[in-house]
């Protein structure tokens, strides 16, 4: 039980914590019962000798240490929660005082969360950019659904040009000796791709399918050790050249690509209204992310670094799910990119305390505004979450405490506070540089005259 909570620095609450001789005793009971299995003395079978006289040879506090380690975990819990401390640290600096059939007698440390102060939150300005999507927007995304809907062709009646799909064998040697990982065959390289070191792929070029020939290259210095700054001679055979050809823009495309467009110009009209809502909505998110930024950078008070450190914790656990699910390790990740944990962790550092300051400025905003979560919105929010991971809303409550889903909504709420008395200015727009080729009177025509035809 707690006996006390005293603030003995800043952000730091020393807790002096009992535990009942009753309590403790059935602790070393399960102790000596966990372990006696394990246990012989000379005259007992072994798992077979009394804990009394395993007390008597061993000594009475045989079991002292591992009785404190079954009731610990209950123990600091209970205290964090009678003292009413938000606790952002494991205990440290543990003193046990007393220890005996009579009880346990302790003090403990532990960092909480600090005090701050934030500062303004309403009438924050930022930039953010509601036009619509362009006839140039447009355009791009009609030029990626014909590169989608593309037909690989083989060509036979030229050579290799930029952008065509190569089929090759290839061997690389530095001084008449061939190198590791410099062989291959029947690979598919597109020339322009820079999937090669710099100066390979212009070198493909001007050959036609069936030539053998040299290509000669200097590794970058930022190579392989082994191999950097060194010259190359690479035997390549080009064994097919193939190349995209892309569908004609017209209505038969339309339907091709749509399920609801019967015409190029309705297709035109639904790639802008899905362009301008997709923009739109980046643009929130853009708006949103500049007044948080504004408000952590705001926050004044002092942090305790064992914050920032689980944040960087967390993000590096998060990054290894994320790797393991692509089939890569976080070791195996640090090897192929020569980082080591200690640069991860510095990476990582300036994002992790932009982070825990929104977090904590957030948290005020919510508190000085008086924000709550009903049961309504948290029922909705388990709703919403259920429906994400594709799960059973009951069974999400049994994995997700009902108070972390109120602090996620209450946040949420103290954002859109923000957002909704937020001030969104335009961009300020760059100067176009007018070209020889086009004036900006005439780009501008154009784009009108492309709208006009949507």
């Not at 061993?58 to 009785?67: L, Q």
């Not at 009438?123 to 355009?139: C, F, H, Q």
């Not at 969104?424 to 492309?450: F, L």
């Amino acid at each position: 039980m707690l006996k006390s909570a005293n603030k003995t620095e800043t952000n730091t609450y020393t807790l002096e914590v009992s535990i009942s001789g009753e309590d403790f005793k059935a602790a070393i009971l399960k102790a000596y019962n966990k372990q006696k299995k394990n246990i012989s003395i000379p005259g007992f079978r072994k798992g077979k000798v009394p804990m009394h006289m395993v007390e008597r040879f061993y000594g009475k506090g045989v079991f002292y240490e591992d009785a404190l380690d079954i009731l610990y975990p209950d123990v600091v819990s209970d205290a964090i929660k009678e003292s009413g401390i938000e606790a952002v640290s494991s205990p440290y600096d543990v003193d046990v005082k007393e220890i005996g059939e009579d009880g346990v007698e302790m003090t403990m440390k532990i960092t909480v969360k600090p005090e701050i102060e934030v500062g303004e939150y309403k009438g924050l300005k930022a930039e953010k950019d509601d036009s619509a999507a362009t006839a140039a927007d447009v355009k791009k995304e009609l030029e990626a659904l014909q590169e989608r809907n593309a037909r690989i062709i083989t060509v036979e009646d030229r050579a290799v040009e930029s952008g065509d799909i190569t089929v090759i064998d290839f061997e690389g040697f530095v001084d008449g000796v061939a190198f590791d990982g410099g062989k291959g065959e029947d690979f598919d390289l597109t020339i322009g791709s820079g999937q090669f070191i710099p100066g390979f792929e212009d070198q493909i070029i001007g050959h036609n399918a069936g030539e053998e020939f040299d290509v000669n290259v200097t590794f970058p210095t930022e190579y392989d050790p082994k191999l950097a700054g060194k010259d190359a001679t690479f035997k390549v055979t080009v064994k097919e050249i193939k190349s995209k050809e892309l569908p004609e823009l017209d209505d038969e495309f339309a339907k091709d690509v749509s399920d609801e467009a019967d015409t190029l110009a309705d297709l035109k009209k639904s790639i802008k209204a899905d362009l301008t809502a997709k923009k739109k909505e980046q643009a929130d998110k853009d708006f949103e992310s500049a007044l948080l930024e504004q408000i952590a950078a705001g926050v004044q008070g002092e942090i305790p670094e064992v914050m920032y450190d689980n944040k960087v914790e967390e993000e590096i656990n998060g990054f290894a799910q994320r790797l393991s699910g692509q089939g890569m390790s976080l070791e195996m990740y640090m090897k192929y990119t020569g980082m080591n944990m200690d640069a991860l962790k510095a990476s990582l550092r300036d994002g992790a305390e932009k982070q825990v300051k929104l977090m904590l400025a957030v948290e005020k905003i919510a508190e000085l505004e008086g924000i709550e979560a009903t049961d309504e919105e948290v029922e909705a929010k388990y709703a919403e979450m259920a429906e994400m991971y594709k799960m059973d809303a009951e069974q999400l409550k049994k994995i997700i405490p009902a108070d972390d889903v109120k602090t996620d909504v209450r946040n949420g709420k103290a954002v859109q506070l923000v957002v909704d008395n937020a001030v969104a200015e335009k961009p300020v727009k760059k100067a176009a540089k007018k070209t020889a080729k086009k004036s900006d009177s005439e780009e501008k025509a154009e784009e009108t005259k492309a709208d006009s035809a949507e």
